[in-house]
């Protein structure tokens, strides 16, 4: 039996010289023991070498795969040809069956062979002769990088950890920004508090500052690089009756630094942006498309990574950020938010506000089909952000009621089909069943019977009809009687009993007397 044994440095064929121990695998480990006993069981036929690591990669792919590759045909066939192939064992299963399909070698997969591969890969420097054990580790390790990226197809330009700091500090910049632009405005505005008013923008503010210095100067220094006409000449007309108090060169130099900081914080966060703009056009262009540069950022660094987003459904990417409320939500019973950080995106911002729970759930739907993309494809534009936000869209559209276009696509304008109604069939009477009523028939004198007509019928069955009423009335009437007819009646039978009693006692009397004079007539 030869055994296929693939290493980083090349392919090594070795002969098992006792093959009556491979009955018992469980102690074939104790052939291994030292490298006397692995050089007595085992024997080193050939090895092919690898010539870099590019070919290394390609033939441990091509196993892994359970593939045969052109080198290592070429390397069997030769012991192929010379008939010292009777059966040869390899690892894999997959990949022994494609050796016997393309070989058409009997392979051999066994718990002996594994054990066998097992003993061959601990004394492996010292059965292949001009192999360093350093040297052998660091092919090692270099084949098994190059292995596992090539499995992830790993990209260095798609480095999600370089979005995810950048949004942090752009964060971090922002806020900083507004403390320090809100601090140096209220320390201006001891000298010259008109000028905070008059200059909304922090970054105009604090160039204004560094020009103009103090009040003083307002007059004699050219600020039309920094603000329009109009609002120059307002900051100059204020100037001159301004109600601020004189400070020293001292404070206005401290002030001048403060505002030097504001100005070079804005200019670091706009490269920042212009670099974070680019680092998300490259690795994830089809969400940059559907939900913009900041929002896809912050989508990304509040999941992980990019892959970590892309395991997430639509539902989660709808409420990504919002999960305090969510939970909150589900702890009082009430109902749970439709947005998180999607909220941010343009096409949520530009709806109706009965519209953008709607929006954001069809958002998130095309935007967790666009992240797969990004994070799983092979193709790397924009193309399927672009449909799907053209989706969004008509969308956007359908329910605001402007123009649909079909298909996200724009080519046509949709037309919807008027409504025609369809012709109302009136009540025909004459189709009603009188089988249980006009069934009878009258008998006349000479014997010939005549149908009673509609009109007697409808008459009979009106007629019942009141019959029915009444007697439904004179029941309720029945049913609905006074307390006081029914006192009256208790009080009229009490009185009938009493005079009844009344007249029993004298005729009893008198019946007593008569029973005694006949007595005595006796």
């Known amino acids: 039996m030869l055994i296929l044994l693939e290493t980083p440095a090349g392919f090594a064929l070795f002969k098992v010289l006792k093959e009556g121990k491979l009955s018992k695998p469980k102690d074939l480990w104790k052939s291994f023991t030292t490298v006397e006993k692995a050089n007595e069981f085992v024997k080193l036929l050939d090895f092919h070498k690898f010539r870099d690591t590019v070919e290394a990669l390609a033939n441990s792919t091509a196993i892994v795969e359970g593939k045969v590759s052109s080198d290592l045909d070429t390397f069997l066939r030769k012991w192929v040809k010379k008939g010292k192939v009777d059966v040869l064992g390899v690892a894999d299963a997959k990949f022994a069956g494609s050796l016997k399909e393309k070989l058409g070698i009997s392979c051999s997969t066994e718990e002996s062979v594994k054990e066998v591969l097992r003993g061959i890969r601990g004394q492996v420097t010292s059965l292949i002769s001009g192999m360093p054990d350093a040297d052998f580790r660091a092919m090692n390790l270099g084949l098994a990088h190059s292995l596992s990226r090539y499995k992830l197809k790993f990209s260095p330009e798609k480095v999600d950890t370089m979005i995810i700091q950048s949004i942090n500090l752009l964060d971090d910049l922002d806020k900083e920004l507004n403390t320090c ?11 010259f508090p008109e000028c905070s008013k008059l200059i909304p923008d922090n970054v105009a503010f604090a160039r204004s500052v560094l020009t103009m210095r103090t009040r003083c100067n307002a007059s004699s220094v050219d600020l039309s690089d920094i603000l329009p006409e109009e609002v120059e000449e307002e900051v100059k007309r204020a100037a001159e009756i301004s109600m601020g108090s004189d400070i020293s060169g001292e404070d206005i130099n401290n002030i001048c630094a403060l505002c030097e900081q504001v100005v070079n ?194 008459e009979l069955e009106s007629v019942t009809e009141t019959i029915r009423k009444d007697e439904s009335i004179e029941l309720g009437r029945k049913h609905k009687k006074s307390k006081k007819e029914k006192k009256e009646k208790k009080s009229k039978i009490t009185k009938v009993n009493i005079q009844e009693i009344s007249t029993d006692i004298p005729t009893s009397s008198k019946k007593s007397k008569k029973s005694k004079k006949k007595q005595k007539e006796y």
Request: hydrophobic share 40%; proline share 4%; glycine share 8%.
């Open 265 to 458: 914080l804005s200019e670091y966060r706009a490269q920042l942006f212009d670099y974070l703009r680019n680092r998300m056009n490259a690795v994830a262009p089809n969400l940059t498309v559907m939900v913009g540069e900041l929002v896809g950022a912050r989508l990304i660094a509040h999941a992980g990574s990019l892959l970590n987003l892309a395991k997430c459904p639509a539902s989660t990417v709808q409420i990504l950020g919002a999960e305090k409320a969510l939970f909150r939500a589900l702890k009082n019973k009430s109902n749970t938010p439709k947005y998180g950080l999607i909220y941010h995106a343009s096409l949520v911002g530009q709806s109706a506000p009965k519209h953008k729970g709607k929006i954001s759930r069809v958002l998130a739907a095309k935007t967790a089909l666009s992240i797969r993309c990004d994070a799983l494809g092979e193709v790397e534009d924009n193309s399927v952000g672009i449909a799907n936000r053209l989706k969004v869209e008509s969308r956007l559209s359908q329910l605001e009621g402007r123009p649909v276009k079909l298909s996200g696509l724009g080519k046509s304008l949709a037309q919807a089909e008027k409504y025609e109604p369809k012709p109302v069939s009136l009540y025909n009477p004459a189709t009603d069943s009188t089988v249980g009523i006009l069934k009878k028939r009258k008998k006349t004198a000479k014997g010939q019977s005549k149908k009673i007509k509609h009109t007697e019928v409808a």
């Open 181 to 191: 632009s809100m601090r140096a405005r209220e320390w201006y505005g001891l000298h």
